[in-house]
Every structure is written in structure tokens, then in C-alpha cells.
């Protein structure tokens, strides 16, 4: 839709023109035929109610006043005999081309134009041949244009949808994050905190009873409380975006070593000669996924040995997760879609890696470690 300061313009100066030809034609022409004034006053009429009316640039009513446009142009065209009358007819099929185009779609615009240029042939007119070649290119160059304008629109509303896909699955995403956050509180730290409190109510009610017993308990209670700080430095770092201006590889060797030192996990980095990916998206993505396989690492192997590897296999980035931990829950080498449709494996790493058009393998030796593969295309 035209901003209405413009649709105003034009319905203005369809009525200047309609005006400026009747008075043209009853003043200078030589014998005006009283049907023809008739006509070129009613059309002037209508031009200046259509001024104030929004209701002529819509449905029907935007169809009959392209209609009585023409119909305008085609007698202008037929009466236009003098030299301002010929100079009237090319601004009249000029407005006509610019309404046309801006207000209605491309089929009205190629049928309204080709009618008029073969009209413009067929009625005799005392108009010079340079005017009607006036009228075939603006009418090939409306039709251009209209075709050129609905290509712009059909372009424009795929990429609206887009946008609208893209904010959904942004706003899929921050859900999917929340709810893996809540989880990941829930299973970590606030069990902890759970555990915490219950052994301080064993250790309240043995100071009454066994002092003994009551400082062994403090002491296990010291190393529980040591290992809970450790968790929630995983926790948090967990949460930390990708520091800026840093390489993947090099994030990738700092998240493993601030991982060694806080679980005590002997834990090994090995990267090959690769580009960072295009996306910085795709790298953030990346370094989500190793945090949350070490972090399952930590919480549910019970391993004592890590290893990770960053290569570029191909066109494919590959990131290979090993421990010597007790493994999933199954047995045996499975991909993407298998786990997806067995439901195995690690939900969130796997969404990630769906989402970027990844591939993802599972090798699971149960009582003797297991393996995570993921390859993304770069």
C-alpha cells in the first residue's frame, strides 16, 4: 500500500488533467461535439469526488476507476488533434501507467496497457506516429515494471516468512536452552544442595551423641562441599558465551584445561590444521555441544580419562569425545537416526547437531567407555 500523501498526489492530479482537458477541448477546439464535453465532464466529476473517496482504491471500485482512466486516455487520444492536446495525451497515459502500476497488480497492468496500445492503433486520431511509439514503450515499460514489481513482493513475502520461521526457531532454541538449564540445576547443583542439608541434620544429631562419628561426618561434609564448588564452576561456565577474537581450536584447548583442573579428570586435546567455520554461529554452537558432553562426562561416567579431538575431515568439521567411564546405559555403534528413533543418547546434543545439518555417532562400551562423533559441515 502507497503512503497516503502519494495516493492523494495522484488522485490530485487526475483530476488537474481531467480538468485541463475539458477546458482545453471546449475552449480551443474548434466545434466541440456536445457528447464529448458531456463525457470529459463527467469523468472530471468523478476525478474530484474519487479525491475525496478512499473507497475508489478499493476492490471493485479500484477496478472502475482503472477502467474510466482508459477510457479517458483512448478519447483524449481519439479528440487530441492540437499540439498541447498531444502533450495532454502523453502526461495522461503517463499517469495512467503510474496508477496502473502502483495500485494494482501486474495481470491489470499488462491487460489495461496492451488494450491501450492496440486501441491507439485502431481509432483515428490526428496524432503524429511519434506519440503513439510514446505510447507502446511506456506501455512495454509499465508491463516491465508491474512483472519486476510482483517478483519484488513474492521475494519480499518469502523472506517475511522467513523471518517469521527464524524468530520461531530463535524463540524454540531459548526455550530448549531454559528448560536444559532448569534440568541440568536440578540434576547438579541443587541435588547437592539437597544431599548438603540432609547431612547436616545427621551431623547436628551426632554431636549429641558421637563426637567421633560427628568429625568423620564434617569431613566427608568438607570434601561433599569442595566438590559441589567444582560442579558449579562447571555449572557456570556452562552459561559463558565464546570469548571474542579467540579460534575455535583455542577456545576448544582452554575449555579442557579449565575442565582437567576442576574435576581432577585427566583430560587430552588434539587439534589439526583447520578454518575457523564461516558462521560464528556454527563455532558457538560447537563449543555448547563439547561443554555439554563434558559436563555428562563428569556427572555420569565416572571416568578418569578424557580425550578430544578437533580435525576437518573432508568438507566436515569433526569433534570426537573418548572416555574410559562406565558408558550409556546400551551397547553397540549407533547414528543420528538411530538414536532419534530408539530415543538414546543425549537430547540436547543432539538437537544441536540436527540443527546444523550435522552427523552424530555414538559408540557405547558399557563398564568400558564410550565415544561421541559429531561431523558439521563448514
Request: hydrophobic share 45%.
Amino acid at each position: 500500500m502507497l503512503p497516503y500523501l502519494w495516493r492523494v498526489s495522484l488522485r490530485a492530479v487526475r483530476a488537474i488533467l481531467a480538468f485541463g482537458c475539458t477546458l482545453l477541448y471546449w475552449f480551443a477546439y474548434p466545434a466541440p461535439q456536445f457528447l464529448v464535453v458531456l463525457l470529459l465532464s463527467v469523468y472530471t466529476a468523478f476525478s474530484i469526488v474519487a479525491l475525496f473517496s478512499r473507497r475508489m482504491e478499493t476492490g471493485t471500485y479500484a477496478i472502475g476507476s482503472l477502467a474510466a482512466d482508459t477510457g479517458f486516455f483512448l478519447l483524449w487520444i481519439a479528440i487530441g488533434t492540437t499540439a498541447a492536446g498531444a502533450w495532454l495525451a502523453v502526461i495522461t497515459w503517463a499517469y495512467l501507467m503510474s496508477s496502473a502500476i502502483l495500485h494494482h497488480d501486474w495481470i491489470r497492468t499488462v491487460i489495461v496497457s496492451s488494450t491501450a496500445v492496440v486501441l491507439v492503433f485502431l481509432i483515428p486520431s490526428g496524432d503524429t506516429a511519434q506519440l503513439r511509439a510514446v505510447v507502446v514503450a511506456g506501455g512495454l515499460v509499465a508491463s516491465i515494471g508491474a512483472v519486476h514489481k510482483r517478483h519484488l513482493l513474492d521475494r519480499l513475502s518469502h523472506a517475511s516468512r522467513q523471518a517469521v520461521l527464524y524468530r520461531s526457531e530463535a524463540q524454540g532454541a531459548r526455550e530448549a536452552e531454559r528448560q536444559r538449564i532448569a534440568h541440568d540445576f536440578h540434576d547438579g547443583p541443587l541435588q547437592s544442595f539437597i544431599s548438603f542439608q540432609m547431612r547436616l541434620e545427621i551431623l547436628r544429631k551426632l554431636m549429641n551423641r558421637d563426637i567421633d562419628a560427628a568429625a568423620d561426618e564434617l569431613k566427608q561434609l568438607q570434601d561433599l562441599c569442595r566438590a559441589q564448588v567444582s560442579e558449579l564452576r562447571s555449572f557456570v561456565r556452562s552459561m559463558r558465551p565464546a570469548e571474542e577474537g579467540v579460534s575455535l581450536g583455542a577456545s576448544v584447548s582452554r575449555m579442557v584445561e579449565q575442565f582437567q583442573r576442576d574435576t581432577n579428570i585427566s583430560a587430552s586435546f588434539l587439534s589439526g590444521d583447520f578454518l575457523d567455520p564461516a558462521e560464528t554461529e556454527t563455532s558457538l554452537e560447537l563449543l555448547q555441544i563439547l561443554r555439554e558432553a563434558l559436563n555428562n562426562t563428569q556427572k555420569h561416567s565416572h571416568a578418569t580419562r578424557v580425550a578430544i579431538s578437533l580435525a576437518k575431515v573432508d568438507s566436515k568439521l569433526e569433534i570426537s569425545i573418548e572416555d574410559n567411564g562406565s558408558g550409556f546405559p546400551f551397547s553397540g555403534v549407533y547414528n543420528l537416526e538411530e538414536l532419534e528413533l530408539l530415543r538414546l543418547g543425549p537430547g540436547s546434543i543432539k538437537r544441536r547437531v540436527k540443527m546444523l545439518n550435522g552427523e552424530m555417532t555414538i559408540d557405547s562400551r558399557p563398564g568400558a567407555g564410550a565415544g561421541l562423533h559429531i561431523r558439521v559441515p563448514v
